[in-house]
């Protein structure tokens, strides 16, 4: 088990082994938020890297009120989207607004789509959505922003953050579908 406020200490302190500690100790859980928003596992480690610097630079601002793990994760995420958003010209985030219109997936009749699949699959697809899906999707559904801060982060509308996640649902939902068929064929 970690010894926290020693480690943390520790990397203030410009101690190797306790960096190292830190390190290795979050390199998982962290490693994995990152590949939520990026392409490929090659840019991931890029914007953890970059993430792992700034956890070690602010160390010292780090005020103890919540979780030391989320506040390593939030600085996983803001890094993220920053990569992304630098990157924005390369990936082409796309403007959809309101009038492309919205895409309504049944809870109800798709609930029995996700028994079939393992988290990992489901992660692995999410990989093949465009970056404008993939990066409001991430931020909606798995780390719980609103759209009106998705929209603030990304520096899109509203509508836009609402109809790159109902695309994003509607992709995932034709790819869970066709992997369930393969399954079944």
């Known amino acids: 088990m970690l010894n926290q ?5 520790g990397c203030i302190d410009g101690d190797r082994r306790s960096q190292q500690a830190l390190y290795e100790h979050f390199y998982g859980k962290m490693m994995a938020v990152c590949m939520r928003y990026a392409k490929d596992p090659d840019e ?5 890297q970059e993430a792992f610097i700034k956890v070690f630079k602010n160390l010292p601002k780090y005020g103890k009120k919540g979780s030391f793990e989320g506040w390593i994760r939030r600085i996983m995420v803001n890094t993220s989207i920053d ?4 990157n924005k010209k390369h990936n082409q985030m ?9 895409f ?8 029995g789509i996700l ?11 999410v ?12 931020m909606y559904i798995v780390d719980g922003f609103t759209h009106q801060e998705i929209a603030d982060e990304l520096k899109i509308n509203i509508g ?21 068929e393969k399954m079944a064929g």
Do not use: C, W
């Open 94 to 102: 796309l403007e959809l607004d309101d009038k492309h219109g919205s």
């Open 5 to 9: 406020d020693i480690i943390i200490k």
């Open 127 to 138: 990989q093949f959505l465009s970056p404008a899906y993939r990066t409001v999707f991430n």
């Open 83 to 86: 990569h992304i958003r630098k």
């Open 160 to 180: 836009t953050s609402k109809s790159n996640l109902a695309k994003a649902k509607q992709k995932l939902k034709k790819m869970l579908l066709a992997k369930i």
């Open 115 to 125: 028994e079939h699949v393992s988290f990992k699959d489901l992660l692995n697809m």
């Open 104 to 111: 309504v997936i049944d809870e109800e009749e798709d609930a």
């Open 44 to 48: 991931a480690l890029d914007m953890f």
